[in-house]
């Protein structure tokens, strides 16, 4: 029998479990911090030299120079037009549909005049240059390239580079035929802390980014978490969440799977079911029993299950959209009869799946919306991977010589309490 968690909303210390089942420290060891920091200041200081002798380390690739971490275009299209028709469909449906709905998220630069004739505004830039990180050899994520490389092209990012390490030399074409898809200007064979210093820092042939996206190891995220200042990052993600909110009615197979889906990315990942149907939890913990038996990666969800996993009764649905608020999880699935009635209630969640029939798993590939979202509670104050991450906004503000004669002495007013007379000279020598 799995050995899942049973909790109850209402047991007097139950708030002191659900803070010790959420808790997560992604906190990198002293070991790690000191190998991260040797190689980001090796490469910082020897560029591609540092780069082809990590690369000839870690993934086992001997490359002579800087230009051949460089993967030609013509073998982006040679991927897409290897792979099998019906993946190169997927592919194309998916990235349409991503496309479409990033588009609805673009901004537009705004401004106003006062009556006066001043001018006040805002004015949006997508970023110049932004390096997208993919995991490589046996982990291939096509999907994870579309879901960062194409938000940044809707914002109008000039160049995307892309860097995905070749352990042995090994190239997935998925993911290649994903960066062309996509239309990834260039893609470089280096992985790991190397391939975010060469983004940050810039190399003799690795050119230097204005943001670093994308998900990596614990090696990665460490140096992601060092060069932000240098360059912008995405977010440093923690192991995945699905919580699963259910009236009872749907079918226990299906809600088993569902964190089932969650469970199989790693060790850590997290799934948890809310349910005010005490009869259905225990449906629920007996498809688990019953199903995990068939999955190929049973040994990772058993584990998964087992440490981080829980089945949590409530009173009623109030209570159930108080649990989604202090979880905060970065995927919730609202398996009952009326999503949207509860929408108004939810304040903390990444991606939110309404209905009986929305699978998270439909959210991971081709529903449209970003999957890279707010982990470890971080939707308390962060939002999914958006065009909005790839712009700027830059203010606006011409005052005019009318807007001046009261703005000026106000700003001067001010800048005098503040004990900074240079600023109010500033302002008053535009007084008349």
């Not at 037009?81 to 901004?107: M, T």
């Not at 850590?268 to 225990?282: R, S």
């Not at 949590?312 to 209570?319: A, H, L």
């Not at 962060?382 to 002495?409: A, C, H, W």
Request: glycine residues 6%; proline residues 5%; aromatic residues 6%.
């Amino acid at each position: 029998m799995t050995d899942i968690r049973r909790l109850d909303a209402n047991a007097p210390d139950f708030r002191q479990q659900l803070d010790a089942l959420l808790a997560w420290e992604s906190v990198s060891d002293d070991k790690v911090n000191q190998i991260v920091l040797d190689v980001l200041r090796n490469v910082r200081e020897r560029g591609d030299a540092a780069v082809l002798e990590y690369t000839e380390r870690f993934d086992r690739l001997k490359l002579e120079k800087g230009a051949d971490l460089e993967i030609p275009r013509a073998r982006l299209q040679q991927a897409l037009d290897a792979i099998a028709p019906e993946l190169r469909e997927g592919l194309e449906v998916a990235a349409e549909r991503i496309r479409a709905y990033h588009c609805h998220q673009v901004e537009e630069s705004w401004s106003y005049r006062e009556a006066d004739g001043t001018l006040l505004g805002q004015k949006i830039t997508p970023l110049d240059r932004v390096g997208l990180y993919v995991p490589g050899g046996k982990a291939a994520y096509p999907s994870s390239v579309l879901m960062n490389a194409i938000p940044a092209k809707v914002a109008g990012v000039e160049e995307l580079i892309m860097v995905v390490p070749a352990p042995d030399g090994e190239l997935n074409d998925m993911v290649l035929a994903a960066a062309a898809i996509s239309e990834v200007d260039r893609v470089f064979t280096v992985g790991g802390a190397q391939a975010v210093a060469a983004l940050a820092y810039g190399t003799e042939t690795i050119p230097q980014v204005d943001k670093i996206v994308g998900p990596g190891n614990i090696f990665v995220a460490t140096a992601k978490r060092y060069v932000y200042g240098t360059v912008g990052i995405d977010m440093i993600a923690g192991p995945s969440e699905i919580l699963v909110v259910c009236d009872g009615k749907t079918d226990p197979d299906w809600i088993a799977m569902d964190l089932f889906s969650q469970a199989e990315h790693d060790e850590d990942a997290q799934a948890i079911l809310v349910t005010p149907d005490a009869a259905f939890a225990d449906a629920v913990a007996a498809s688990i029993d019953k199903l995990l038996p068939t999955m190929p990666r049973r040994e990772i969800i058993e584990k998964a299950l087992r440490d981080r996993g829980a089945i949590i009764t409530v009173s009623d649905m109030d209570q159930a959209v108080e649990m989604i608020n202090i979880i905060a999880p970065e995927h919730l699935e609202l398996s009952v009869d009326d999503p949207e009635a509860l929408l108004p209630g939810i304040r903390h969640a990444g991606a939110i799946f309404m209905g009986r029939y929305t699978a998270e798993a439909l959210g991971d590939y081709c529903a449209g919306p970003n999957h890279v979202l707010p982990t470890s509670r971080t939707a308390r104050f962060s939002s999914p991977l958006g065009v909005y991450d790839f712009v700027k906004r830059s203010s606006l503000i011409m005052v005019s010589e009318e807007g001046v004669q009261t703005l000026g002495r106000i700003a001067a007013t001010l800048a005098d309490g503040e004990g900074l007379p240079a600023h109010a000279q500033s302002a008053r020598y535009r007084l008349k």
